[in-house]
């Protein structure tokens, strides 16, 4: 059957991808029965320049990179942990770390290919944003993705082979950069509309009502000349 097909880049460690994909996915939910929805996660790295293996506090991260103070970033994590909440969504404020995602975007590719992919994506973003545990340890990883529904044995090997399913990832990044995606989320529908951010449910609700009644549209009807009938329910006139 016809889907509408919507095209995803975020970042595991992109606290706004996770609070954005549950605001979509609430548009969707609003939509079941009206619009069929194919979603397709596509590989953005929010801090590719960072060694596998290298991590660090949130806020320490946070002041870094952008110059903050230590309480403007904390403040900052508690603002993001009342958003998520407000989307039912668990947020560790305090004590989360930062590291590389690349292994999490190759499983995430796995996972596509076993049709495991919603199970896992989510599984990355709960375990990096609710649990205590650190998603950038690689035991953490292989625990992670086997809880999800990925064979241990598989995860290991894609872990140990940094070849596997990197040009599936830089391919994401290049089409995004394509595209002029400079930041995550950013949501293509039906390859017609890029949404950038965690915009309200609503937004994306329109959006995707849009392309959806674009992609199928409404048939006008045409009654044509008097004496053309047609057999109804009750029999066709004579």
């Known amino acids: 059957m016809e889907k509408l097909r919507v095209d995803i880049w975020s970042d595991i460690a992109c606290p706004w991808c996770y609070v954005g994909k549950a605001r979509f996915d609430k548009a969707v939910q609003q939509l079941d029965g009206k619009v069929d929805v194919e979603i397709r996660h596509r590989s953005f790295e929010l801090d590719p320049h960072r060694e596998p293996g290298d991590t660090a506090p949130v806020v320490d991260m946070l002041v870094k990179k952008y110059g903050m103070s230590p309480a403007q970033a904390q403040a900052g994590e508690y603002r993001l942990g009342d958003l998520a909440k407000a989307e039912g969504l668990e947020y560790r404020t305090e ?4 590291g590389n995602t690349f292994d999490l975007h190759r499983l995430l590719h796995l996972a596509s290919e076993r049709g495991l992919e919603a199970e896992v994506w989510q599984a990355f973003y709960i ?3 609710a649990d205590e545990a650190s ?6 990883v292989i625990e992670v993705s086997v809880a999800a529904g990925l064979d241990k ?9 940094p070849e596997a399913y990197r040009e599936a990832v830089r391919a994401d990044q290049a089409e995004a950069a394509a595209l002029g995606a400079t930041g995550v989320p950013f949501f293509v529908v039906d390859e017609k509309y890029g949404v950038s951010g965690a915009q309200p449910t609503e937004l994306f609700a329109e959006v995707l009502e849009k392309a959806w009644g674009e992609k199928r549209p409404a048939i006008t009807t045409i009654t044509g000349a008097e004496g053309a009938e047609a057999c109804g329910p009750d029999g066709c006139p004579v």
């Open 127 to 129: 375990a990096n944003f």
């Open 95 to 98: 004590g989360r770390d930062h």
């Open 153 to 161: 044995d598989e995860v290991v090997a894609v872990l140990d082979d």
């Open 135 to 140: 998603i950038f340890e690689r035991e953490r």
